[in-house]
C-alpha cells in the first residue's frame, strides 16, 4: 500500500496504555465546530440554552439509558463546548480488551462520547435540514482521569462556576453573534 501524503494521522491525546473502561471519575470537554457558541448564551452568570443547547443536554442527561456502567456528575453546557464528569462504574473489567486503532471498546469513555456527540449530531441535523458531516462539534474531546477527592471537588467547583467566568474565556466576544445563522 502506497503512503498517501495527503492523509493526516491522528495523534492520540489519550493516556497510552491506560483502560479508559476502568472504574472511575472522568472529567470530559467537547467543543463545538470551530468553537462556535451556538448551544445558548450567559446572562447574569447563568446559562440560557438555545434550542440546539437543550437538545445537548437532553441527550447528556440520556448517557445512562445507553451505557448502564455510567453515572452523570456535575455538567454545564456552555454556549460553544460542554463540561462533564462521568463516572464509570463497569464492574466487569475487561484487561483482555486491547484497544487498537480504529477499535473503540465498548462502554469505554470514547465509545461513551463517540455515542453521545452522535446523538447530539442527529438531532441536531434534523432540525437544522442537514446531512453528512458534523456541524456541531470539534473533533475529538478532552479528558482528565479524576484521581482523588481533592481533584474532583476542584473540578467540580470549577464546572459549577463555569458560567460565572464566562467573560473572561477568549471566545466571549464572539458569543455576541451567536443563532443568527440559524435555520429556526
Same mark, same amino acid.
Given at each position: 500500500?502506497?503512503?498517501?501524503? =495527503?492523509?493526516?494521522? +491522528?495523534?492520540?491525546?489519550?493516556?497510552?496504555?491506560?483502560? @479508559?473502561?476502568?472504574?472511575?471519575? @472522568?472529567?470530559?470537554?467537547?467543543?463545538?465546530?470551530?468553537?462556535?457558541?451556538?448551544?445558548?448564551?450567559?446572562?447574569?452568570?447563568?446559562?440560557?440554552?438555545?434550542?440546539?443547547?437543550?437538545?445537548?443536554? /437532553?441527550?447528556?442527561?440520556?448517557?445512562?439509558?445507553?451505557?448502564?456502567?455510567?453515572?452523570?456528575?456535575?455538567?454545564?453546557?456552555?454556549? /460553544?463546548?460542554?463540561?462533564?464528569?462521568?463516572?464509570?462504574?463497569?464492574?466487569?473489567?475487561?484487561?483482555?480488551?486491547?484497544?487498537?486503532?480504529?477499535?473503540?471498546?465498548?462502554?469505554?469513555?470514547?465509545?461513551?462520547?463517540?455515542? @453521545?456527540?452522535?446523538?447530539?449530531?442527529?438531532?441536531?441535523?434534523?432540525?437544522?435540514?442537514?446531512?453528512?458531516?458534523?456541524?456541531?462539534?470539534? +473533533?475529538?474531546?478532552?479528558?482528565?482521569?479524576?484521581? =482523588?477527592?481533592?481533584?474532583?471537588?476542584?473540578?467540580?467547583?470549577?464546572?459549577?462556576? /463555569?458560567?460565572?467566568?464566562?467573560?473572561?474565556?477568549?471566545? @466571549?466576544?464572539?458569543?455576541?453573534?451567536?443563532?443568527? =445563522?440559524?435555520?429556526?
Amino acid at each position: 500500500m502506497a503512503h498517501n501524503l =495527503d492523509f493526516s494521522y +491522528r495523534r492520540s491525546i489519550r493516556l497510552k496504555d491506560y483502560n @479508559y473502561a476502568d472504574y472511575g471519575a @472522568y472529567f470530559v470537554t467537547l467543543c463545538t465546530k470551530n468553537k462556535q457558541c451556538i448551544f445558548g448564551e450567559i446572562k447574569e452568570g447563568k446559562v440560557r440554552l438555545s434550542a440546539l443547547g437543550a437538545i445537548t443536554k /437532553n441527550c447528556w442527561l440520556q448517557i445512562p439509558q445507553h451505557f448502564s456502567d455510567v453515572i452523570l456528575d456535575v455538567f454545564v453546557i456552555m454556549p /460553544n463546548h460542554v463540561h462533564g464528569i462521568l463516572w464509570i462504574n463497569n464492574s466487569q473489567k475487561s484487561g483482555d480488551e486491547v484497544r487498537r486503532f480504529g477499535n473503540i471498546v465498548a462502554s469505554s469513555l470514547s465509545s461513551i462520547v463517540r455515542s @453521545y456527540k452522535a446523538a447530539v449530531t442527529k438531532e441536531i441535523n434534523l432540525i437544522c435540514n442537514q446531512t453528512g458531516t458534523s456541524l456541531v462539534w470539534q +473533533r475529538n474531546f478532552y479528558e482528565h482521569i479524576i484521581r =482523588d477527592e481533592n481533584a474532583l471537588e476542584k473540578i467540580r467547583k470549577y464546572i459549577a462556576e /463555569n458560567p460565572l467566568n464566562w467573560q473572561k474565556d477568549p471566545d @466571549y466576544s464572539s458569543s455576541r453573534e451567536i443563532l443568527l =445563522d440559524l435555520p429556526f
